[in-house]
């Protein structure tokens, strides 16, 4: 057999609006923030030479009259070499405009500080716009980011903040915003077709401008993004490294909508209602929002939801394998996924997730943190802007836990890619006739489902009264994912009632399950090999510990010493815990599901 296409979507351009407001603290007729921005816009410092030898701008907008944004123009983000000069010319940029400011008598600050006179004139959006090459590209790109707008919103929006904190909630900016709406789903990108979305627009929210939706598929042409796709969702971050791991996640969102269009798939449209339920949730609530699944059809019982986070981190998975693509490293998808994993996973709170998060951390540590002083001070220091806090956070609160997530995202990034179930935006197979030059007998071999992730896996098997089989099945997917296939993680992320019952549904009957009484020594002792045994005539078994806590990482390390068991059985961490016994013993469980191929291609 001989290859005769390879396929890989490579990122395009993109450019980043990094959004800051200007405040003056004795400011008087004449003499406000807005006279101030006007005067910078009329007279701007030159700024430093971004990666495409162009000098970064500067740009103001009539409706945010005391913000302004640094424009990078349009660069490339393809590899860490192109990321880290561009970052580094932003934080530069950041650090001129700063200064001038400074000099006119003026405070660059964050976007939210709750002291301006009118603190919704300086609420702005890090606007992030992407390249495309074709009307389809345009259309799917727009609708793939609408489908996961409350993810998005949630894990960027930013609050109000000043001496006293920062203010509960998600979004201050788009909690306020009268000329920000959702996004429409679009059917496609024809003229005629955006006019009638430009007509619905004007009859539901008596606003007729594309631009004014989450995602702006005709760009914004005051940010200098003309036929560009723009995202308006993510609120101004406070450092030039949280804005750089944010345009990383758009480009990853671009290229997974070349995917789609390579392959000739669409997306899914999200009920309208549902979109605009959820983006509200998310702008009240951020990561505490619960957000409502799109259940299809399906009406029966009470709707699921799914916290804000989990979603998140359900997204950021879907997004990994371009993110492999891109090179990134652990240290750049640090901001974006460590502390939401920390905090939806470990037994600790309080890790930082974002940027709110992060100002909440700093006022809590030191009570003029969030001085205007004290952060313009920042915004003028390069190499402060270009620091990734909510690490050095994390890592300062529980070094061990960041520690141990990072080494989990080592294994993300550095994993092979599995390949994913069919989803909600694709359309059904259809069924086709015999390829040419394809022998008959290869159209009866069985079906090999696609390999599942451990989220994936989970909700396959919380669908109610799924039958044993199906279970099976779903786990012999999860095994050929590839890596070290451990469950003890997704399943805290679930919440303990429903961890509990996913346990149930996966451990095996009775007469399956195995109790040892020590660590193994190999897949030849007596309670290892009853269990392969067992899982060869089966389908899966049970390796069950009950024994010291301080004994569990003495299982696990005899396991990884052990390696594959025979017969191309694999072995699963189900459960890795500790609990309290009678008269304060501390004990640990322990169990190992062992899970037997189906067929010879499956070893």
Same mark, same amino acid.
């Not at 913000?67 to 580094?88: K, M, P, Q």
């Not at 429409?184 to 631009?211: A, I, K, M, N």
């Given at each position: $057999?001989? /290859?005769?296409?390879?396929?890989?979507?490579?990122? /395009?351009?993109?450019?980043?609006?990094?959004?800051?407001?200007?405040?003056?603290?004795?400011?008087?007729?004449?003499?406000?923030?807005?006279? /101030?921005?006007?005067? *910078?816009?009329?007279?701007?410092?030159?700024?430093?030479?971004?990666?495409?030898?162009?000098?970064?701008?500067?740009?103001?907008?009539?409706?945010?009259?005391?913000?302004?944004?640094?424009?990078?123009?349009?660069?490339?983000?393809?590899?860490?070499?192109?990321?880290?000069?561009?970052?580094?010319?932003l934080a530069a940029s950041v650090a001129q405009v700063a200064a001038e400011v400074h000099r006119r008598g003026g405070l660059l600050l964050p976007t939210g500080w709750q002291q301006q006179p009118d603190p919704t004139a300086g609420l702005c959006a890090d606007l992030h716009s992407a390249e495309v090459l074709s009307p389809v590209q345009r259309e799917l790109l727009t609708n793939l980011v609408r489908e996961h707008t409350a993810p998005l919103i949630a894990l960027t929006g930013r609050q109000l903040y000043g001496p006293g904190g920062v203010a509960p909630g998600g979004s201050a900016r788009l909690s306020?915003?009268?000329?920000?709406?959702?996004?429409?789903?679009?059917?496609?990108?024809?003229?005629?077709? /955006?006019?009638?979305?430009?007509?619905?627009?004007?009859?539901?929210?008596?606003?007729?401008?594309?631009?004014a939706m989450?995602?702006?598929?005709?760009?914004?042409?005051?940010?200098?993004?003309?036929?560009?796709?723009?995202?308006? *969702?993510?609120?101004?971050?406070?450092?030039?490294?949280?804005?750089?791991?944010?345009?990383? *996640?758009?480009?990853?969102?671009? $290229?997974?909508?070349?995917?789609?269009?390579?392959?000739?798939?669409r997306v899914r449209q999200v009920p309208q209602s549902l979109v605009e339920q959820n983006r509200a949730r998310a702008v009240a609530h951020g990561l505490a929002a619960e957000l409502r699944v799109d259940q299809g059809k399906r009406v029966e019982g009470p709707p699921r939801t799914q916290p804000a986070g989990r979603a998140v981190r359900a997204l950021l998975g879907e997004l990994l394998p371009y993110f492999r693509q891109l090179d990134a490293t652990v240290d750049e998808l640090a901001p974006l996924f460590i502390g939401v994993e920390l905090a939806e996973s470990a037994a600790a709170s309080g890790f930082v997730r974002n940027e709110n998060d992060l100002l909440t951390r700093w006022h809590t540590d030191d009570r003029t943190a969030l001085a205007p002083e004290r952060l313009t001070q920042g915004l003028a220091t390069p190499d402060w802007l270009t620091t990734d806090h909510l690490s050095a956070a994390n890592r300062a609160l529980k070094p061990g836990s960041w520690a141990a997530a990072r080494i989990w995202l080592t294994d993300r990034v550095t994993e092979p890619t599995p390949q994913r179930d069919q989803k909600p935006h694709q359309k059904p197979h259809q069924k086709q006739g015999p390829r040419k030059n394809e022998k008959p007998e290869s159209r009866h071999k069985p079906h090999r489902p696609a390999p599942l992730t451990a989220d994936q896996l989970l909700d396959r098997i919380a669908e109610p009264d799924i039958p044993a089989p199906e279970v099976l099945d779903a786990l012999r997917s999860y095994c050929r994912t590839g890596g070290a296939l451990d469950l003890t993680r997704p399943l805290r992320s679930r919440g303990r009632d429903e961890a509990r019952a996913l346990r149930r549904v996966l451990r095996p009957q009775a007469g399956q399950r195995v109790r040892c009484e020590e660590p193994l020594s190999s897949w030849d002792d007596t309670a290892a090999a009853g269990a392969v045994r067992t899982a060869g005539e089966r389908g899966v078994a049970l390796l069950h510990w009950d024994l010291p806590a301080q004994d569990r990482a003495k299982v696990r390390d005899a396991l990884r010493r052990m390696g594959r068991a025979p017969g191309g059985v694999r072995h699963i961490l189900l459960t890795d815990t500790a609990y309290t016994a009678r008269e304060d013993e501390k004990r640990g469980t322990v169990e190992v599901l062992l899970v037997a191929p189906r067929e010879e291609a499956d070893r």
């Open positions: $057999m001989a /290859l005769v296409a390879l396929y890989r979507s490579g990122p /395009l351009r993109q450019r980043i609006a990094k959004g800051y407001s200007v405040y003056v603290p004795e400011n008087g007729p004449g003499r406000g923030a807005a006279e /101030l921005v006007a005067a *910078l816009l009329a007279n701007p410092p030159l700024l430093p030479a971004g990666p495409s030898g162009g000098p970064y701008c500067l740009r103001g907008s009539a409706r945010v009259s005391a913000a302004l944004w640094i424009d990078t123009g349009r660069v490339s983000l393809h590899d860490r070499a192109a990321r880290t000069h561009t970052a580094g010319a306020r915003s009268f000329d920000q709406v959702s996004t429409r789903y679009l059917d496609s990108c024809s003229p005629e077709h /955006l006019e009638r979305v430009r007509t619905r627009l004007r009859q539901e929210e008596r606003v007729g401008r594309l631009e989450d995602v702006s598929p005709l760009g914004v042409p005051e940010a200098g993004a003309d036929g560009d796709v723009t995202l308006r *969702l993510f609120d101004a971050q406070v450092t030039v490294a949280a804005t750089v791991a944010h345009a990383l *996640l758009v480009q990853a969102l671009s $290229m997974w909508s070349r995917d789609l269009e390579r392959t000739g798939r």
